[in-house]
T-cell receptor
Framework: EIVLTQSPATLSLSPGERATLSCRASQSVSIYLAWYQQKPGQAPRLLIFDASSRATGIPARFSGSGSGTDFTLTISSLEPEDFAVYYC?????????FGQGTRLEIK | EVQLVESGGGLVQPGGSLRLSCAASGFTFTNYAMAWVRQAPGRGLEWVSAILGGVGSTYYLDSVKGRFTISRDNSKNTLFLQINSLRAEDTAVYYCAKAFGGGSFYDHWGQGILVTVSS
């Protein structure tokens, strides 16, 4: 079973700043990693798939990078609506596990 | 527009059973893998089970094998999760999710349905 570890657990930033979130896999997942955003009381929303491809309708300020075991989600300039919890997920091997999440909060 | 609407949740005693349903619309249901993902109160996302498109192979989280059964009725565009022998740790919001691209990333999600296991 592949374990995904996200860091930091909480990230405190201000609107307009750049956010960098990390996800590390316990073994290689190639590029088969996705990022989701979840706001309180809402279902998750797919942001990035296959490490760096933006899902439909996702703004260009969201970008993903990495391969193998180390991945990054970058939000180039934070908007007020970006403060949420972010999860990574792998689909390289069953079960398709999620990371524990990074909470992005307003500083 | 893709829509996924879960139903069937509620309060159940330990050892009890529930059948969750997810009514799908806005896409050719039979062509897509579907999954259930849960989220315990205040916790992260946990993938539970998936079923591939068509007749569909099934996959389960180890901790639910033998207790949960995923199925689909392609004629009614509906996904199911039969959950038996419920435990307190199964308490969660259960989301129905649609996969895309032939893999196990999920591009559409339902609003979630709460299952509470308590005496």
């Amino acid at each position: 079973e592949i374990v995904l570890t996200q860091s930091p657990a909480t990230l405190s930033l201000s609107p307009g700043e750049r956010a960098t979130l990390s996800c590390r896999a316990s073994q290689s997942v190639s590029i088969y990693l996705a990022w989701y955003q979840q706001k309180p009381g809402q279902a998750p929303r797919l942001l990035i798939f296959d490490a760096s491809s933006r899902a439909t309708g996702i703004p260009a300020r969201f970008s993903g990078s990495g391969s193998g075991t180390d991945f990054t989600l970058t939000i180039s300039s934070l908007e007020p609506e970006d403060f949420a919890v972010y999860y990574c997920q792998q689909r390289s091997k069953w079960p398709p596990a999620f990371g524990q999440g990074t909470r992005l909060e307003i500083k | 527009e893709v829509q996924l609407v879960e139903s069937g949740g509620g309060l159940v005693q330990p050892g009890g059973s529930l059948r969750l349903s997810c009514a799908a619309s806005g896409f050719t249901f039979t062509n897509y893998a579907m999954a259930w993902v849960r989220q315990a109160p205040g916790r992260g996302l946990e993938w539970v089970s998936a079923i591939l498109g068509g007749v569909g192979s099934t996959y389960y989280l180890d901790s639910v094998k033998g207790r949960f059964t995923i199925s689909r009725d392609n004629s009614k565009n509906t996904l199911f999760l039969q959950i038996n022998s419920l435990r307190a740790e199964d308490t969660a919001v259960y989301y129905c999710a649609k996969a895309f691209g032939g893999g196990s990333f999920y591009d559409h999600w339902g609003q979630g349905i709460l299952v509470t296991v308590s005496s």
